[in-house]
């Protein structure tokens, strides 16, 4: 098992992505990077079960969080996580999360979990796919989940194959991988 000892240097900024399986996360992360393939820094095996971390400049990383939320993942895997998540969340690099959530389900239990893992760090919930509703069920969805967050974290809709949202998805990131990390 990988260990946290194995994380790059605790320095600089980083802002991990976590999501449901099939959310979009992936999807999501190559739109928001405008690029694919980007490099592993980590020297954690690159199965995608695990934490990956990929250098995007200097001192400032993505982690890529393993898919929650299939019953294929058995339980000692799902309880072999928790140290490393638990690793991660302690970094001082670590500046924010986005949640990935598919707009068609909404927040769900695992993401309910996620979201209480995460505090006191800023999570910004990206409601994926929104290409595949109508204007209007985007905006039940988005006002929704807004609701179910009661202002833990923020929310906007996404869409990798339209590229809706993922400007704002952008600007989130820069302002968190630039910003102060904000007082606890
Ligand atoms: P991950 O398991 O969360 O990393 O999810 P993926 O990024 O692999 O996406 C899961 C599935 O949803 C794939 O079939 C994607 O093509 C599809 N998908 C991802 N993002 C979008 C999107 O914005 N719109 C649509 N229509 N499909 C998407």
């Not at 980083?14 to 979009?24: D, K, T």
């Not at 928001?32 to 393939?37: T, V, Y």
């Not at 929310?155 to 952008?170: H, K």
């Amino acid at each position: 098992m990988a260990a946290a000892g194995q994380f790059p240097p605790d320095l600089g900024a980083e802002v991990a992505f976590a999501g449901r399986s099939n959310a979009g996360k992936s999807s999501a992360i190559n739109a928001i990077m405008h690029r694919r393939g980007l490099a592993r820094t980590s020297k954690l095996p690159g199965r995608t079960r695990l934490l990956n971390f990929f250098e995007l400049g200097p001192s400032q990383r993505i982690v890529d969080l393993p898919g929650y939320g299939y019953a294929s993942v058995s339980e000692a895997e799902r309880r072999s996580w928790l140290p490393l998540l638990e690793s991660l969340r302690q970094r001082e690099s670590l500046r924010g999360l986005f949640v990935i959530v598919d707009a068609r389900r909404g927040i769900m239990d695992g993401d309910e979990a996620l979201l209480q893992w995460a505090l006191p760090h800023q999570v910004h919930v990206l409601l994926s796919k929104a290409d595949k509703l109508s204007r209007s069920e985007a905006n039940s969805a988005l006002a929704a989940a807004t609701r179910a967050l009661a202002g833990r974290a923020t929310a906007q809709l996404f869409s990798a194959v339209t590229r809706a949202g993922v400007d704002s998805a952008q600007e989130k990131l820069a302002g968190w991988l630039r910003g102060e990390k904000p007082l606890e």
